[in-house]
């Protein structure tokens, strides 16, 4: 016999036999119909998305090529950063100096600049150097070694002082310096560098905002889909309200589907982004390779793809929720 | 069990749906709800399903003013109330069993103990054996016991039954009633609407009739 544990006892009250209770078993047995209940949630949704394999394939993929999109362009901008960041911006200013001044005459106008108290520093590269230089690094050794007279200027690089930030005031000493009368010509080397950095902030602030933009697209399909399905499942909802059913349970199924379509978009613009990048891959290194770089492309990394798959799948619960909160609203039992 | 208090319904455009109804059903106790169609049986149901609420009076279930109930309390209010409707609103992708199961697994029972209750519940309206077939393969009167098993499965104190033989021929009708009076004898506490008047005459239970929103006799 099984052991039975005793209850106080209680004054008799005349009950219906007719047990009443509105929710049943015990602790153990209701965790485990809880978790069922997720459980059977979670896998029927992916059912119910396998069964309808067509239309959700469609809209996976409409939200893949957004999610790539903006994951993309991340990557993009993440490599050219990548790039830019292996070169120093630095105010350098190169002066090529006339043809005819001779050296003696180069290094009385490097002393002169010298004592300017905004310059930190000046160098003077002789034509000597210069072409030893240029027979070394540009790859047009011999060609040079064949000319009779060496071509190259007399160069004098000029470091200005850090505390010269301001662009203006550079672009005046530039200017000043265009006007000597030794100098032929003269450029400030890593201005360019400097324009793509203020480019890079730009295409990185592009990208969070276009991310949002598609994010937010992303979201009203997810919350579309759902719509739809709440719509084919209308019956089912209006009886499951009917006999008993709290809002939490009529969800739950929905937000899994949110879900489901949220992660296979993610999964799905990972291999889009991988696949193009492997694509570029080659290409890209052979590139740099021209111009003995070592720049290697990078890839969405490990963290950055859990961040893609996360945020989709959040995006897909999201845009389910918003349906689910004002359209369940206007379902009502008749 | 159920009171209902001066209780009155308005619909916006449609005027008084229900006028000054009063009535009162003790537990156990087994009534029809009867009058000329529109005379206002199926609100009168709503109101105590919670699918609407009253605009004037006072609807007691189980002593709860049902008006002051919270969206919330809804859910719990509605387990109490076994329903039983004229078209059966089964779900006709689901096994009879998974209909039957339904309130069961919407209240969080374990599996064991839905399987043991939905045999329990088709063992009684003489069902048990069709649990893997589809509604769409049984007959009227058959789905029909579906939806009562489905009703009584959670063993709720009321049931109410909007029409419940409104498809049936008179025989599985009177057969219907005859369950209905099975679970009276338990305890249960039992509406029917119906306009069936032969039936009802036929069976020695309160009678409510609705006329034009009045209760003209109870």
């Not at chain 1, 009368?181 to 990208?207: N, T, Y």
């Not at chain 1, 276009?210 to 399905?229: D, M, P």
């Not at chain 2, 769409?136 to 109410?160: D, H, T, Y």
């Not at chain 2, 029409?163 to 338990?186: C, K, R, W, Y």
Request: proline share 3%.
């Amino acid at each position: 016999m099984k052991y039975v544990k005793k209850k106080p006892v209680k004054p008799v009250k005349q009950e219906p036999r007719w047990q009443t209770t509105i929710s049943g078993g015990d602790f153990v047995d209701k965790f485990h119909a809880y978790r069922n209940l997720h459980a059977h949630a979670l896998f029927s949704s992916l059912g119910r998305l396998v069964a309808s394999r067509f239309s959700s394939a469609m809209t996976i993929v409409v939200l893949a090529i957004a999610i790539a999109l903006s994951s993309g362009f991340y990557i993009l901008v993440a490599n050219l950063q990548q790039l830019a960041g292996n070169l120093e911006a630095s105010n350098q200013i190169s002066l090529f100096l006339k043809d005819e001044i001779s050296e003696a005459k180069a290094n009385k106008f490097a002393d002169t600049i010298r004592q300017n108290p905004d310059i930190q520093e000046v160098k003077l590269i002789t034509k000597e150097q210069a072409l030893a230089e240029f027979q070394a690094h540009s790859g047009f050794g011999e060609a040079v070694k064949s000319l009779e007279k060496n071509p190259l200027p007399i160069v004098i690089q000029v470091l200005p002082k850090n505390s010269l930030e301001n662009e203006q005031a550079l672009e005046v000493m530039l200017d000043d310096f265009k006007r000597s009368a030794e100098v032929d010509f003269a450029q400030m080397d890593m201005q360019w560098v400097k324009r793509l950095q203020s480019i890079m902030e730009v295409a990185r602030r592009g990208v969070i905002l276009l991310s949002l933009l598609l994010g937010a697209g992303v979201l009203f399909i997810t919350a579309n889909t759902i719509r739809l399905e709440l719509h084919t499942r209308r019956d089912e909802v209006v009886i499951a309200k009917l006999v008993g059913a709290t809002n939490g349970f009529i969800h739950r199924p929905f937000l899994y589907s949110g879900f489901w379509i949220g992660f296979f978009s993610g999964v799905t613009a990972w291999f889009i982004v991988t696949t193009i990048m492997l694509i570029l891959k080659y290409p890209i290194e052979k590139l740099s390779g021209l111009y003995d770089d070592t720049f290697h492309v990078l890839f969405l990394g490990f963290t950055e793809t859990l961040a893609l798959l996360f945020i989709s799948s959040v995006l897909g619960i999201v845009g389910s929720w918003i349906v689910l909160h004002f359209q369940l609203k206007q379902l009502k039992p008749e | 069990m159920l009171k209902f208090d001066n209780v009155s319904m308005r619909y916006t455009g449609a005027g008084d749906v229900l006028r000054n109804v009063s009535f009162h059903l003790q537990r156990g106790e087994m009534a029809f709800l009867t009058g000329h169609s529109g005379a206002g049986k199926s609100t009168l149901l709503k109101l105590i399903a919670l699918i609407e609420r009253c605009s004037r009076g006072q609807v007691l279930l189980d002593g709860q003013d049902l008006n002051q109930a919270k969206d919330r309390q809804v859910p719990f209010i509605r387990r109490k109330v076994g329903l039983i409707f004229q078209d059966y609103k089964l779900l006709q992708d689901r096994t009879v069993f998974d209909n039957v199961a339904l309130p069961l697994v919407i209240a969080g029972y374990g599996h064991h103990e839905v399987s043991r209750r939905v045999r329990a519940s088709l063992d009684k309206v003489g069902l048990l054996g069709k649990e893997r077939k589809y509604p769409a393969v049984l007959s009227g009167g058959e789905q029909q016991r579906v939806g009562i098993a489905r009703a009584v499965v959670n063993k709720p104190p009321m049931i109410l039954a909007d029409e419940p033989t409104g498809n049936l021929d008179p025989e599985l009708s009177a057969e219907i009633m005859h369950l209905f009076e099975q679970f009276q004898q338990v305890g249960v506490t039992i509406l029917i609407a119906s306009h069936d008047i032969s039936l009802i005459a036929q069976m020695n239970h309160r009678i409510l009739k609705l006329d034009h929103g009045q209760l003209v006799a109870s």
